[in-house]
């Protein structure tokens, strides 16, 4: 059964860069299947999609994010990662890591479908 | 254009039967398929229905998700307290080339 879980600081100042990683067990990112996602809420309000990626490196960005974002993979599989550059008090945010189901058209996959699982979230300030 | 719409609360009593609509467009609900998630106080959003009107294991048959032109819903029959969520529609829009989220519904069980 395939878990995920956050890390990262929980504190970022103004204009720095937020970085989060996702830790992947029960399975592999290696998978045909998924791609796997951010999504983020700010405190008392709905959820945001931030962003998929396939393992071998198609990215999907919100593009209201898309300046600013980058998600990647590291080379044992086992884990992805969130930057979001320049932020600011509107990107104060409890973000997620969830697998995403892709879809695949020809040789391109894209994440059309589902998330599951999520994992616990993890709540990330931006303050002086 | 790129929305998903929700109403912001719905409820019900214990036992009763509710409905929570999604509301989209051609571009997001007409051309793809809906997921719900039940977000629970304090906990991360959980799948619910997926494909419209699919229910992954563990979720009870009282779930149930529909899909008819550019709106979807999702009913819950015999209301429970532990049903008290946030639920949320999400789809892939087409034009905005990413995913769509509804604002989510406030389900209160009185």
């Known amino acids: 059964q395939v878990q995920m879980q956050e890390s990262g600081p929980g504190l970022v100042k103004p204009s720095e860069t937020l970085s989060l990683t996702c830790a992947v067990s029960g399975g592999s990112i290696a998978s045909s299947s998924y791609c796997w996602a951010w999504l983020r809420q700010p405190p008392g309000k709905g959820l945001e999609w931030v962003g998929s990626?396939?393992?071998?490196?198609?990215?999907y960005y919100n593009p209201s994010l898309k300046s600013r974002v980058t998600i990647s993979v590291d080379t044992s599989k086992t884990q992805f990662f969130l930057k979001l550059t320049a932020v600011t008090a509107a990107d104060t945010a409890v973000y997620y890591c969830?697998?995403?189901?892709?879809?695949?058209?020809?040789?391109?996959?894209?994440?059309?479908?589902?998330?599951?699982?999520w994992g616990q979230g993890i709540l990330v300030t931006v303050s002086s | 254009q790129s929305v998903v719409t929700q109403p912001p609360s719905a409820s019900g009593t214990p036992g009763q039967r509710v409905t929570i609509s999604c509301s989209g467009s051609?571009?997001?609900?007409?051309?793809?398929?809906v997921n719900w998630y039940q977000q629970r106080p304090g906990t991360a959003p959980k799948l619910l229905i997926y494909?419209?009107?699919q229910r992954p294991s563990g979720v009870p048959d009282r779930f149930s998700g529909s899909k008819s032109g550019t709106s979807a819903s999702l009913a819950i029959s015999g209301l429970q307290s532990a049903d008290e969520a946030d639920y949320y529609c999400g789809t892939w829009d087409d034009s905005l080339n990413g995913v769509l989220f509804g604002g989510g519904t406030k389900l209160t069980v009185l």
């Open positions: 969830a697998r995403h189901v892709g879809e695949w058209f020809g040789e391109v996959i894209s994440p059309t479908k589902w998330f599951d699982p």
């Open positions: 494909m419209n009107d």
């Open positions: 990626m396939y393992y071998r490196g198609s990215t």
């Open positions: 051609s571009s997001n609900i007409g051309s793809n398929t």
